[in-house]
């Protein structure tokens, strides 16, 4: 696997349809775009004390975020180093040492090998390098992130003119409101991507957001692809309860936060496959994960500031009443997409101006799998070949 920076190009046409179907791309996609990114674990807050864990299973590599005793936040491959075990399962406090359950290796809180049964029956006794595999680890505005693959830009300087429009949202101060949900859609997740990348959608796909939101439909960029855009509360009352009272009361209710943020809901992507909505109320942070070529997992987090208020806990409920419909319709339309992509026939037409940061997403994928740029699949089985063979030219 070639883990070398990638040199950003501009994709001239969108991605074949193809590229949505095939199980041997989506692990070349994993390897070459998922593993040298940044994925979201947790929030710092589900890992405040000594010996606090948070785990996360990505589609090939088991990820483990550890606060050691000496009080640091770190990261490691979740795998024994003896024969592969997995070592812990979900979140909680472990151990002043972590025992793998199946021959009993035990590892520091730092990561650090602390012993082996039957030690002299090891012919190598160098267990220096036998702890567990660090990895990369940054915490944005309270976010904890992680990267298999070391190396490539920081976390803080891919988001970095982004800040002054997250940090009043007082992420740092948030807590999960529910274990994650997770679900399995019917959909390459490129496709769930290309749905976040744009706006150009809402106003025919998500009729609650058009009567509830004056939606920016061109969204902004940067140079490593995180793309956003800013949607405004409408002043004029939906015609839907639900968003009529969100519209009345989340104003006073989020009179804590700056002006310019109490009405207006942020929308991010980071690529490959995260999203990240913020609120006056709340935030949630999404992921998309292959499951071959033709399924995908999402994971949805939801993280609040602590309050107590009645009526806070109401405006939640609005919200998560509004976004449980529009979440249902991207899904909808991901499939009908992804129903329409398994055609023999199916090319992509023109772009709207709108959906320049689809076209920035395929570039990426293109430059990450090169196999990605040919018309046609060049067969299962013989992919990952022609993919090493363009990459050497």
């Given at each position: ?121 090891f012919a190598d006794h160098d267990t220096q390098s036998l ?263």
């Amino acid at each position: 696997m070639n883990t070398s920076p990638i040199q950003h190009s501009t994709a001239t046409r969108p991605l074949a349809a193809w590229t949505y179907q095939s199980a041997e791309l989506a692990e070349l996609e994993y390897e070459n775009l998922f593993r040298t990114s940044w994925q979201f674990v947790c929030h710092v807050n589900e890992v405040p004390r000594q010996r606090d864990f948070f785990t996360l299973d990505l589609p090939r590599d088991p990820v483990l975020v550890l606060r050691g005793e000496d009080g640091v936040l770190r990261a490691f491959l979740n795998v024994c180093r003896h024969r592969g075990a997995k070592l812990l399962e979900g979140a909680a406090q472990c151990k002043a040492r972590l025992s793998c359950p199946y021959h009993g290796w035990s590892y520091h809180t730092d990561g650090r090998l602390a012993g082996r049964p039957a030690e002299h029956t090891f012919a190598d006794h160098d267990t220096q390098s036998l702890g567990l595999r660090a990895l990369d680890i940054e915490v944005l505005c309270g976010l904890v992130f992680v990267r298999i693959v070391p190396g490539g830009a920081s976390l803080h300087s891919m988001w970095a003119e982004y800040l002054p429009l997250i940090e009043p949202y007082r992420l740092e101060e948030m807590v999960p409101l529910q274990a994650a949900f997770l679900e399995e859609w019917d959909c390459n997740w490129k496709v769930g991507v290309d749905n976040n990348l744009e706006n150009y959608h809402v106003p025919v796909g998500h009729p609650g957001y058009q009567r509830l939101l004056d939606s920016d439909l061109t969204g902004f960029m940067n140079v490593h692809g995180v793309a956003g855009s800013l949607s405004v509360l409408r002043p004029e009352p939906s015609s839907n309860w639900a968003e009529r009272m969100y519209q009345r009361m989340a104003p006073a209710l989020n009179s804590a936060l700056p002006a310019q943020v109490r009405n207006t809901w942020s929308f991010f992507t980071m690529p490959p496959n995260t999203g990240l909505d913020l609120y006056g109320d709340s935030m949630d942070l999404f992921q998309f994960f292959p499951l071959g070529g033709q399924r995908c997992r999402v994971r949805y987090p939801i993280y609040v500031r602590p309050d107590t208020r009645r009526e806070m806990r109401v405006l939640r409920h609005l919200n998560a009443r509004i976004n449980r419909r529009v979440g249902a319709e991207d899904r909808a339309l991901c499939e009908r997409v992804q129903a329409g992509l398994n055609s023999q026939d199916f090319a992509f037409g023109p772009l709207s101006s709108y959906e320049h940061c689809v076209l920035d997403m395929h570039a990426r994928v293109q430059d990450a799998c090169p196999v990605s740029r040919l018309p046609h699949n060049p067969g299962e089985g013989v992919l990952r070949q022609h993919n090493a063979n363009m990459r050497a030219a």
